[in-house]
């Protein structure tokens, strides 16, 4: 049932963002926009970051068994991740949310492209990482 209400949840607010603001709501692109100093339009962007924060953290109060939070060492693999992931929003001009959610839902076909692309990667890094190290 959660991942059905958040899918709503981020249905809802990409919508409202394209209708009343003719934004397409893209986390990497929202975030970016927060980190440059020339970007005029700051206030929005906090908001909607701290309600992604926000309703993490409600999420962990409310249904802890949701969230899973992996304590220990540093985690290389996750930085590389991460990082990987960065690299891939600013070459694809887009992440997840602004290509999967926004793009598709607008038959863009550069966003049709970028999904597979997405998918693509992740069926590859799954086969590399079961094969490989035999865990994920």
């Given amino acids: 049932m959660l991942p059905i209400l ?9 919508s409202i963002l394209l209708l009343f ?8 692109g929202i975030t970016s926009g927060v980190i440059k100093s020339e970007t005029p339009d700051k206030s929005w962007r906090i908001f909607f970051l701290s309600g992604l924060i926000i309703g993490g953290v409600l999420l962990r109060f409310f249904r802890p068994e949701a969230v899973t939070i992996i304590s220990g060492a540093f985690n290389y ?3 590389l991740a991460g990082f ?7 070459l694809g001009s887009g992440c997840t949310s602004g290509h999967g959610v926004c793009g598709l839902s607008r038959f863009s076909v550069r966003s049709m492209v970028a ?8 069926m590859l890094t799954l086969f590399v990482f079961k094969t490989f190290r035999g865990v994920l």
């Fill in 21 to 28: 603001d003719g934004r397409v709501t893209g986390i990497s």
């Fill in 6 to 14: 958040g899918g709503a949840i981020i249905g809802l607010a990409a």
């Fill in 77 to 79: 693999d996750y930085a």
């Fill in 84 to 90: 990987l992931v960065g690299f891939g929003t600013v």
């Fill in 115 to 122: 999904v597979l692309i997405f998918i693509g990667t992740a």
